[in-house]
């Protein structure tokens, strides 16, 4: 966890200084192992799966981020209350893709 919170926070650096694909590369390494150390369904990797989805957005390859927002949708859903607030920005966060599509 320690490693991968290193990760997380180096990617989201690259990410604020404007080097999305060194952070895309880092958000996808990061999903690989959250998944092999925790499973598919872990709250962390629909996190980290945003991350990544913003990644993609920010490099203006929207239409790319859906596939990752759903994951992280799909798995919000099976971890939480349906009336859960992070299911609902799941939700906005598609919204917002589809509508700059």
């Known amino acids: 966890p320690c490693d ?7 990617g ?5 200084l404007g080097q999305w694909q060194k ?4 958000f996808k390494e ?13 709250l ?6 945003d991350l990544l989805a913003v990644s ?3 490099q203006e ?3 790319e981020s ?11 859903k099976a971890c939480l209350d349906a009336d859960d607030g992070e299911i609902l920005a799941s939700l906005n966060k598609l919204a917002f893709v589809y509508k700059s599509l």
């Open 4 to 10: 991968e919170r290193i990760l997380e926070n180096l």
């Open 12 to 16: 989201s650096i690259y990410g604020k």
């Open 23 to 26: 952070a895309e590369c880092i």
């Open 30 to 42: 990061i999903v690989q192992i959250k998944r092999l150390e925790h499973g598919d369904d872990y």
């Open 44 to 49: 962390a990797v629909a996190r980290t799966l």
């Open 56 to 58: 993609y957005i920010e």
């Open 61 to 63: 390859r929207s239409s």
């Open 66 to 76: 859906i596939e990752h927002l759903q994951e992280a949708l799909r798995i919000r």
